[in-house]
């Protein structure tokens, strides 16, 4: 999902000129013939199942809507009880992105976009931002695991440093480079494993990610701007931003809603 859909077709219509580049670096002198087969068999197993995962990938990144800001078809409501936040808890508004550690367009959002945004509108308390976690564990084998390393990090008080230490280090999210950012941040290393190890995590994270798929989630970063219901820690949605659009985009709807043009 973090590749585009030309780099995709562009890989299907290449795909077929693997296996005929791979033989005939293959055709020099050969007294075994039985030798010759196997290996053009093998480079046709691999040819095939780089088509299956290439296939798949497509087929993910057509059912993906494309980056946009719209009004939700229907009423949507976000429970924000117990997610990371940053910013005026009493602000009227709320920006909540749904967000992958090992996702690129998330990278590019937290690096160029978000520090705009939190100049402009969270430093300023005009609207609290919320962080939920939506690893794409299909295509980051890591991602799980950083979202759980985050909410360990947190539990010693340090959640956003690892949040930031994280994207900030994006390639490094291995068990072992989790344990390495928790000691560098001055962590308690034996509670932090323990932590990690226990799986305490996994579930919730899991159970988020099947609410925020009903929410119509289905790539990051998706973000969704609304007001908190009264005497509520709900969320009711004014507007759902796809992709990592830039700041004029987002200070476009957001000083919309604050002017009370939803």
Known sequence: MCWSRNFVSGLLLMAPLFLPIAVRGQQEPANDLKEIKREIESLKTVQTEILKELLEIKKFLAARPTANSDTPPRELIIDTAGAPSRGNENARFTLVEFSDYQCPFCLRFVRDTLPLIERDYINTGKIKYVYRDFPLESLHPYALLASEAAA??????????????????????????????????????????????SSKYTEPIRKGIKEAAGLGVNGTPTFFVGQILPNSSKLKVIRVLRGAPPYPTFKEVLDGILAGGQ
Do not use: I
Not at 158 to 179: C, G, I, P, Q
């Open 152 to 197: 360990c990090a947190g539990e010693q008080g340090k959640y956003w440093e690892m949040h930031d230490r994280l994207f900030a280090n994006s390639s490094a999210v291995t068990a072992k480079d989790l344990t390495s950012h928790a000691e560098s941040m001055g962590l308690n290393p034996a509670s932090f494993q323990q932590c990690l190890e």
